[in-house]
């Protein structure tokens, strides 16, 4: 048995007005490579039309975790409900379909390098739908113009765009089935303050024009202060808190509170100041790199 999907009040999603439905929650779960116990009971939940970012030092587990709730690594334990589902639990064409919901730009390697952005585009529709290829074609040019890129750029290999241009390409391809949640790993990585901006900009038109859920990992201050409606914290090889940009500046552990209230965060412009830091708490509770604050 598997428990019902859950209504959480306003209180416990203090962004959002009303009840929320949560889109995407993990329970319990644990993930191991051998001897290498990168998850350890993680719960978090995602609600329908956020856009949430996931945070954390590098090497904790944030792809990790991505890929665990992808099913493209296996877990050891616990229960993943996306859409209202339990995939443990629905029959393989279930499965098809609720994968044909989900967009996903992954951290590295983001187009295929042989196929033009729009024969990269039509990769999902070809896997997962039978279209003519007019339709195709008229789909990929439409997804090209959605994440603002010139209507030249869809006969472009990945190797003659700029670093910015793959990244939107990327993201049409993720968002060539009109998925309900999209799954994005450190878009706005390798970006340019200006072009990071923009891309952070373009997310939170497409979730709502398109009433997108976002579930974005990054590393990026700006984007976590700018855009992003809620933020879940990975450390200590779980979710150690997760809420608004307030909840993070009053949080009490030294490594969030070193993220958030960093010489770094300090700069970002517009950023609520609930605490100045009163000294720089040192190291991450994780084990990984502080350098990722500072
Ligand atoms: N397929 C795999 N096989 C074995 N170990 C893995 C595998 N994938 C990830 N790991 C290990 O899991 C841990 C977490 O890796 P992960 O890629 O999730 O980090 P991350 O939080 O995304 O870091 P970054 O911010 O640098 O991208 C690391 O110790 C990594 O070596
Ligand atoms: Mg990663």
Request: a negative charge; glycine letters at 8%; hydrophobic letters at 40%.
């Amino acid at each position: 048995m598997t428990p019902p999907d859950r209504i959480i009040p306003e209180s416990a999603a203090p962004n959002h007005p009303g009840e929320r439905e949560i889109i995407l929650s993990a329970r319990d779960v644990c993930v191991s490579f051998g001897d290498n116990l990168v998850l350890d009971h993680l719960d978090l939940d995602v609600y329908r039309g956020e856009i949430l970012g996931f945070v954390g030092g590098s090497g904790t587990g944030k792809t990790v975790l991505m890929r665990a709730i992808l099913r493209l690594i296996p877990r050891q334990k616990g229960i993943i409900r996306i859409l209202g589902e339990n995939y443990d639990e629905v029959e393989e064409a279930k499965k098809i379909k609720l994968d044909m919901r989900l967009g996903v730009l992954f951290q590295h390697g983001a187009l295929f390098s042989s196929l033009t952005v729009r024969e990269n585009i039509q990769v999902p529709m070809r896997e997962y739908l039978d279209l003519p290829q007019p339709l195709m074609d008229e789909l990929a040019e439409l997804k090209v113009a959605m994440v603002g890129l010139a209507p030249n750029a869809t006969d472009k290999y990945p190797s003659e765009l700029s670093g910015g241009m793959i990244k939107r390409a990327a993201l049409a391809r993720a968002l060539a089935l009109d998925p309900d949640l999209v799954f994005l790993d450190e878009p706005t990585s390798g970006l340019d303050p200006i072009g990071a901006a923009e891309f952070d900009e373009l997310i939170a038109q497409l979730r709502d024009t398109l009433g997108l859920t976002v579930y974005m990992v990054t590393h990026d201050l700006d984007s976590l202060f700018s855009v992003c409606d809620r933020i879940a914290v990975l450390g200590k090889k779980r979710v150690l808190v997760e809420g608004t940009i307030d909840d993070m500046l009053s949080f009490d552990d030294p490594w969030v509170q070193s993220y958030f209230q960093g010489k770094r965060a300090r700069m970002i412009p517009g950023r609520i100041d609930k605490q100045e830091t009163k000294q720089d708490p040192g190291q991450n509770p994780a084990g990984s790199k502080k350098s990722e604050a500072e």
